[in-house]
Nanobody, 121 residues
């Protein structure tokens, strides 16, 4: 599956952004999709994921209550709605996919390119 992330930008603290991850190449509904992020000088970290059927979602503690992941099967797209953004959310955000999903230590094989999110204080 090929993944294309978009929707990043520069916003002020407290603002919202919605990231999109468009999938192509293989059956979208067969894949769990998730988001990771990497800030300068830091390791990549898990942000959120959604199961292939959409019934299960997982979030990092740092984004719970502020971020929401969802998927649109008609558009083969997964969204990450980010609200109440803080400067600590500044990072390159990547979407990723795999046919299975775990609630921890998930290691997807398929990755899209990143999209930059910058939150100013």
């Amino acid at each position: 599956v090929q993944l294309q992330a978009s929707g990043g930008g520069l916003v002020q603290a407290g603002a919202s952004l919605r990231l999109s991850c468009a999938a192509s190449g293989r059956t979208f509904s067969n894949y769990a999709i998730g988001w990771f992020r990497q800030a300068p000088g830091k390791e990549r970290e898990f942000v959120a994921s959604i199961s292939w059927g959409g019934s299960m979602t997982y979030y990092a503690d740092s984004v719970k209550g502020r971020f929401t992941i969802s998927r649109d099967y008609a558009k083969n797209t997964v969204y990450l709605q980010m609200n109440s953004l803080v400067p600590e959310d500044t990072a390159v955000y990547y979407c990723a996919g795999e046919t299975s999903l775990t609630d921890s230590g998930w290691t997807p094989r398929y990755w899209g390119q990143g999209t930059q999110v910058t939150v100013s204080s």
